[in-house]
């Protein structure tokens, strides 16, 4: 047999195990899959945005008037922060920062507007703002967002960053205050009425916290329930506020926030479930099988899922046979329904309405001033009380 004799068969054999392959690993799908037509009424009304229209209302209805309209050209809405009191919204479109408050006139507040931090194209002196640390204050009336300036770095190193932690009250939103000048924080948190506490690497490889306060900016010497001991003597008391935080998982602080898990029925079969009723699934879902890690998945994203207020209806971001984009699950009869594409709900999450926060002076990588789910997403049987 020749080379390319045994090339070919060789091909031909590994197409046939690929074909085995991915035929078992078909997409996964709710079981029976069909959908309804209802209108929900949450306890509340929210943001919500399909496609580059924001709106507000007790229902997602694509027929409602929006509130805030991305421009037509590079307008898509990127981020949407609610305020605590559900009445305000920072919105973040096009590379520009707008203020929404119900019953008023949109306002623009900045431009300039990047999701994260990148050298890329970046030069010296070039200035932008950070969208991913943006927070509110627990009263609604304050806006914290991240500056940052390219400058030059020492030789033979790369452009450095800094930070300066800028702040914006509604009541007068053009004029903006430089609270901090050399911020760095990646992660931040409000005390009281004053302080601001936040990470700051030093350069040296470790990480530190400072608190920034009327007196001045001073390094953390001690933390405990009651305040927060800084080197130039202030002690800081007062309630730790978190407003969001990056990189938080939607799906699983949502849905375990109101009860909702997912759990084996069968091997192949996952039941989608309510704690308000354990043993009867609100709907089962067929799973399918990574063919590269091998690894079993139901199709539920990570991010994008939300819960409406009152917790009966279900956001669900889904890639699944029948359908994918977003789904709106009635959690009471079971029946769901379809959304229009692009399909997004905003809530406020933070450490008053969301108990399960940790704050931390102490620089770990894991679990330090984060948002952690209630409880697991997806159990098992007879290892996890959900």
């Not at 033979?156 to 914006?168: A, T």
Request: charged share 20%; hydrophobic share 35%.
């Amino acid at each position: 047999m020749t080379i390319q004799r045994i090339a070919t068969a060789c091909f031909i054999v590994i197409g046939l195990l690929l074909n085995n392959v991915y035929s078992y690993a078909s997409e996964p799908g709710i079981q029976g899959y069909r959908p309804s037509m209802f209108t929900e009424q949450s306890e509340a009304p929210f943001f919500y945005s399909i496609g580059k229209h924001l709106k507000y209302g007790k229902n997602i209805d694509g027929e409602a008037p929006a509130i805030f309209k991305g421009k037509f050209f590079n307008g898509d809405i990127t981020k949407v922060f609610p305020s605590p009191d559900n009445r305000k919204a920072v919105i973040v479109s096009g590379g520009s920062l707008y203020l929404v408050q119900i019953g008023k006139q949109v306002e623009f507040l900045l431009d300039k507007i990047r999701p994260t931090v990148s050298f890329r194209n970046d030069n010296i002196g070039d200035e932008f703002y950070i969208s991913n640390r943006i927070q509110w204050s627990q009263d609604s009336r304050l806006i914290y967002i991240t500056k940052v300036k390219i400058q030059k770095s020492p030789p033979k190193q790369n452009h450095s960053r800094h930070f300066s932690l800028k702040r914006i009250n509604i009541e007068n939103p053009l004029h903006i205050d430089e609270l901090v000048s050399d911020f760095g924080g990646w992660k931040y948190f409000m005390v009281g009425n004053d302080a601001i506490c936040f990470s700051y690497a030093p350069g040296n490889g470790s990480v530190i916290y400072k608190c920034s306060t009327p007196a001045g900016v001073s390094n953390v010497v001690s933390i405990n329930d009651k305040h927060i001991l800084l080197e130039n003597g202030v002690r800081v008391t007062g309630t730790r506020f978190v407003s969001y935080a990056p990189d938080i998982n939607e799906t699983e602080i949502w849905l375990t926030r109101h009860g909702f898990f997912i759990r084996d029925i069968t091997s192949r079969v996952e039941g989608f479930f309510s704690r308000s009723r354990p043993s009867s699934p609100i709907f089962t879902i067929n799973t399918a099988i990574d063919s590269l890690k091998g690894h079993r998945y139901d199709g539920i994203w990570r991010y994008g899922s939300s819960v409406l207020p009152g917790g009966r209806y279900i956001l669900l971001k889904v890639s699944h046979d029948e359908f994918e984009g977003e789904l709106l699950v009635d959690s009471s009869t079971g029946q769901y329904r379809e959304l229009p594409e692009n399909t997004r709900v905003y809530q406020n999450i933070n450490s008053s309405n969301y108990g399960n926060f940790t704050f931390c002076t102490k620089w770990k990588p894991q679990g330090c001033n984060k948002f952690l789910p209630i409880s697991r997403l997806r159990v098992k049987n007879g290892t996890d009380n959900p």
